[in-house]
């Protein structure tokens, strides 16, 4: 906690549930538990098959307001920023002068001139903020507006009782309402793979609509979520989070951190036809020239791996995993490596060492909702 600096609303809500409050981006976070009633098994399944509330206030919120915002987050961006209008928003990522990934983030447009930009612990922000000196851009990280993440299928169900018209909100967009008395800007984004919805709120409403949600929410099945659940959701989804699954944590050998899009799967992110950007030019240089691939594995037994377990096959190391978990509702030990390209292919046979010793096999990612219908449903 020796580095927190940011405003934490509801830190003394998440220490009564038990929570030590880790600092994560300078915000003190409920990693865990232990006093809630609930294992992270319990919050696994309550975004899976009702719905959980998590405080993600920790992630970074920026403005970037003025003449240039539109152009500045162009060229910072894989996206084709022109073509969001107020209440989109798009998922990007950002690269260095190697075309390597330095971030990625959320971008809403507010206004004409007005942008938000969510991001987590990468070098985006500062990036964006050098990039704006000179320009007719204003760049205001907002540390009063808080981010309560409520994902799960029953989440619209109980959120249709208290904003009319929720239903109606597209995927990736946002709108302003009131809950529980309270100005909100809730989007229906998030990071589980489910149906689910941020709201973006002032610290000084933060605990009247977190107390609200868990009061009214019970009916729905809605507990609270700590942060450890997103790992195990994430791993079923195959949503990366920096830098725990780059090579700032899995370095190469003889060069330096970084990993590019092709590598990491995130080459989507880059808009069709768009081709000038920060990194662009050694970014489609490097296509076919991958140095590994992030994969999933599929593990043997009902135990779940930890990060930095080897993967080998062929009589030697081939492979890295970087977060796992097991699913009591599949009955699957399921993880996110990072594999040499050979091996990256369903059904690979693969042995883990380290924590565990087990057989297993290279497995397509996601493992849950490989269409995304759960996160796009109408209605």
């Known amino acids: 906690m020796a580095n927190s600096w940011r405003i934490a609303a509801l830190a003394e809500k998440h220490r009564a549930m038990g929570s030590n409050l880790e600092d994560w981006n300078g915000t003190p976070t409920a990693w865990t538990y232990t006093k809630s009633g609930y294992t992270l098994a319990d919050e696994h399944e309550a975004i899976r098959t009702k719905a959980g509330l998590m405080d993600v206030t920790g992630l970074k919120k920026v ?3 003025g003449p240039h915002a539109e152009s500045l987050l162009e060229w910072a961006t894989t996206r084709d920023i022109s073509k969001l209008y107020p209440g989109k928003a798009v998922y990007a990522t950002m690269l260095n002068d190697a075309g390597k990934f330095i971030d990625d983030c959320v971008i809403y447009r507010m206004g004409p ?20 000196l000179g320009k007719q851009v204003a760049v205001l990280f907002d540390d009063d507006l808080h981010d309560l993440s409520l994902q799960g299928p029953t989440a619209v169900d109980f959120l249709a009782e208290h904003i009319p018209g929720i239903r109606d909100l597209p995927y990736f967009h946002h709108t302003h309402a009131r809950l529980f008395g309270c100005p909100i800007t809730i989007s229906r984004t998030g990071y589980t793979g489910e149906r689910g919805y941020e709201i973006f709120c002032k610290a000084a409403h933060a605990a009247t609509i977190w ?14 979520c700590s942060f450890t659940a997103l790992d195990w959701v994430r791993v079923e989804s195959y ?61 043997e037994g009902d135990q779940a ?42 059904g690979t046979p693969l042995k883990v060492k380290g924590s565990l010793e087990v057989s297993a096999i290279a497995h397509t990612l996601p493992f849950d909702d490989p269409e995304k219908l759960k996160r796009t449903a109408k209605g």
Request: glycine residues 10%; contains cysteine.
């Open 63 to 65: 403005h970037y307001v």
């Open 211 to 224: 107390d609200g949600i868990l009061e009214h929410g019970k009916a729905h099945g809605i507990i609270p």
């Open 113 to 132: 001139n007005a942008f938000m930009v969510v991001h987590g612990t990468g070098r985006g922000y500062e990036q964006l903020t050098q990039a704006a």
């Open 305 to 346: 791996a930890d990060a930095g377990d080897e993967l080998w096959a062929d009589g030697k190391k081939v492979g890295v995993i970087t977060c796992a978990m097991y699913s009591r509702l599949t009955g699957k030990s399921m993880a996110i490596a990072r594999l040499e390209v050979p091996y990256a292919e369903q």
């Open 239 to 299: 949503l990366l989070f920096y830098p725990f699954d780059n090579s700032e944590f899995y370095p190469f050998d003889n060069e330096p951190a970084g990993d590019t899009l092709w590598e990491l799967g995130l080459d989507f992110t880059v808009s069709k036809d768009k081709t000038e950007f920060c990194g662009a030019y050694e970014h489609f240089r490097l296509q076919g020239k991958e140095r590994f691939k992030i994969f999933g594995v599929l593990l």
